[in-house]
């Protein structure tokens, strides 16, 4: 098993899908792809099985935002 460091995501990472601010980064054998929330969940079945490391930030939302916790 390796380590793969990875660096906070921040307001200049975006998604690939859609432009939106990045929230998670999926790490593959082959690079990586940042997505928004929204974009993570829908693909999440996609790249579960085939990621090396997924950086999962969207707490921050709730944080960010003021959303109540659940």
């Not at 990045?22 to 792809?33: D, M, N």
């Amino acid at each position: 098993m390796t380590t793969t460091q990875t660096s906070p995501l921040t307001a200049a990472d975006r998604c690939d899908r859609c432009g939106a601010q990045a929230y998670v980064r999926v790490v593959l054998p082959s690079g990586e792809l940042l997505f928004c929330a929204h974009h993570a969940r829908r693909h999440a079945s996609a790249f579960a099985d085939v990621a090396v490391l997924v950086q999962d930030e969207t707490d921050r939302l709730l944080e960010e935002h003021g959303a109540p916790a659940r």
